[in-house]
C-alpha cells in the first residue's frame, strides 16, 4: 500500500492488527457470500437465462422475454412470488413511492414500526407540509409511528396498533437514525405479531441496503411486499439505475399499474440496452455486497481502535452495508469525506462540500467518486451536517481499494491539528 499511498508506518501497523482481528468476520462473511453466489447461480440456471435475454426492447416493451425473465430470477432468488425489477424505477425512493401509492388507499392508515422513515420518504408520506405535490397524506392515506425502543421493535406497540392499520411498514436498514438495522428475526417478529392481531395487514419492507447480507431476503421472513434500489447492493456496482418491488403476486401486481398506468400494468416498458448490465450486475451482488460488509467491518474496527464509537461493532452480525462513525466535529467529518473522495477511482481530485439536499431537512456533505452517480453500494460516505456528527460510510465495489481509503481516512483525522477540531 505504501507504495501507492502516503500511508505511515503506524498507520500499516494499525492495519495490520485490525486484520488479524477481524480475520475470523471476514471468513463468516465469504461464507454468506458463497452461499447466496450458488444461490445465485441456481436461480440463473433454473430459470434458463439465454444469450438473447441479455439484449432488450424498443417502444412498448411488450413481450420483452429479457425483462420479463430477470423478473422471474429474481423472484426465485428471494423467495416471493413476483416481482419488478427495472431500470425505469429512478430511485430508490421512487421506488418506495410506487409501492406505497401502488397499494394503499384513502383511508388506510400506514404504520411505521421503525420510528420515522429515511429522510426522503418524508415528502411522499406528506410529513414535510408539502402540499400540492400529491403526497400520500394528501391521498387520504392516514400514517402513525412507533418509535423503537432501546430492546428494538416495540411488539406490544404493533399488536395494539395493527388492527386498525392497513401496513406494517419497516425500514431495515439504519438509514440516517442512530439505530441498529433490523434483522430477518426482527422482521418475522413483527410480521408475526402484526398478523396475528390483524390477519388482512400488508407487512411492507425498505429493504434498501439489506440485500444479501444474509443468506436469505425479507420476503422469506414474512415480508408481504419489499422494496430497494439498484445502486445500492443489488445492482452489483453494474447497473446503472433501477429498483425493483418483490412480494405477493397481487401486491405486485397492483404496483405495476401504478409504475406505468391503471389497466396497462408490468405488460410495457422497453429494457433499451440495460439488460446485459441489468443481470450481471445481480450475478455480481452477492460478491460486492461481501465486499462492502467487509469495510464496514473493517473500517468499524480502525475507528474503534482510535476511539470513535462505531457502529455495528466489528464482531456484530450484519443486516445493512452502513457503518456509522461518530466523530464530535464538523472538521473531522469533513476530513473522512476528503479522504474517502481523495482515494475514489473517479473524480479523486474533487473536495466534497456541505450543501442543502433535495428531500434531505439538514445540509448534507457526500463523498462519492462513484462509476455510477450517487451509488452507494460503491465506496461513499454521506452525513448530515448536524451534531453528533456522525458519519454514514458504505459501500466499498472492492475492500483492497476500500480498506487503503478508510486507512487513510483515519489518517487525516488523526493528524487534523488540535485547533481545527
Ligand atoms: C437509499 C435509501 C432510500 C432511498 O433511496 P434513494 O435512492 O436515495 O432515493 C430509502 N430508504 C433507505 C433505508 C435507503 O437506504
Aim: net charge negative.
Amino acid at each position: 500500500m505504501q507504495e501507492f499511498f502516503p500511508v505511515e508506518a503506524g498507520m500499516l501497523e494499525e492495519d495490520r492488527r485490525v486484520m488479524e482481528a477481524i480475520a475470523p468476520r471476514l471468513a463468516a462473511i465469504d461464507a454468506v457470500r458463497d452461499h447466496n453466489q450458488w444461490k445465485m447461480l441456481h436461480a440463473f440456471t433454473q430459470c434458463g437465462v439465454a444469450a438473447h435475454h441479455l439484449s432488450g426492447t424498443t417502444g412498448y416493451g411488450y413481450d420483452d422475454a429479457g425483462r420479463e425473465r430477470l423478473e422471474e430470477v429474481f423472484s426465485l432468488l428471494i423467495g416471493s412470488e413476483d416481482a419488478l425489477y427495472r431500470h425505469h424505477f429512478m430511485s430508490g425512493t421512487h421506488t418506495l413511492a410506487v409501492a406505497l401509492f401502488g397499494v394503499l388507499r384513502p383511508g388506510d392508515t400506514l404504520l411505521s414500526a421503525t420510528g420515522r422513515p429515511y429522510d426522503t420518504l418524508h415528502g411522499v408520506l406528506g410529513l414535510k407540509g408539502n402540499k400540492g405535490q400529491g403526497s400520500l397524506a394528501e391521498f387520504g392515506v392516514r400514517y402513525r409511528e412507533l418509535a423503537m425502543t432501546e430492546e428494538g421493535l416495540d411488539l406490544p406497540a404493533i399488536a395494539e396498533a395493527a388492527p386498525a392499520c392497513r401496513m406494517l411498514y419497516l425500514q431495515r436498514s439504519r438509514g440516517y437514525a442512530a439505530r441498529r438495522a433490523l434483522s430477518l428475526e426482527d422482521i418475522a417478529a413483527a410480521a408475526q405479531t402484526a398478523k396475528a392481531a390483524n390477519p388482512n395487514i400488508i407487512v411492507m419492507v425498505d429493504n434498501c441496503y439489506g440485500e444479501f447480507t444474509q443468506t436469505k431476503e425479507p420476503t422469506q421472513c414474512g415480508a408481504d411486499l419489499m422494496a430497494g434500489s439498484l445502486i445500492k447492493n443489488p445492482g452489483g456496482g453494474i447497473a446503472p439505475t433501477g429498483g425493483y418491488i418483490a412480494g405477493k403476486a397481487p401486491l405486485v401486481e397492483q404496483c405495476a399499474h401504478r409504475l406505468t398506468a391503471p389497466g396497462v400494468g408490468a405488460e410495457i416498458g422497453c429494457t433499451g440496452d440495460m439488460l446485459r448490465q441489468m443481470y450481471l450486475g445481480l450475478y455480481f451482488a452477492p460478491a460486492v455486497t461481501a465486499e462492502a460488509l467487509k469495510t464496514s467491518v473493517y473500517a468499524s474496527a480502525l475507528f474503534g481502535r482510535l476511539g470513535f464509537a462505531a457502529s455495528p461493532a466489528p464482531q456484530e452480525d450484519r443486516n445493512d452495508i452502513i457503518t456509522t462513525i461518530t466523530l464530535g466535529s464538523a472538521a473531522r467529518l469533513c476530513a473522512l469525506c476528503e479522504a474517502v473522495q481523495q482515494m475514489s477511482p473517479v473524480d479523486s481530485f474533487a473536495t466534497p462540500e456541505p450543501a442543502p439536499m433535495p428531500g434531505y431537512d439538514s445540509e448534507v456533505i457526500m463523498a462519492a467518486g462513484a462509476f455510477t452517480q450517487g451509488s452507494s453500494i460503491e465506496l461513499s460516505c454521506d452525513a448530515p451536517m448536524r451534531p453528533p456528527y456522525m458519519a454514514y460510510l458504505q459501500g466499498g465495489l472492492n475492500f483492497a481499494a476500500s480498506r487503503a481509503a478508510v486507512l487513510l481516512a483515519a489518517q487525516n483525522i488523526r493528524k487534523l491539528p488540535e485547533g481545527a477540531i
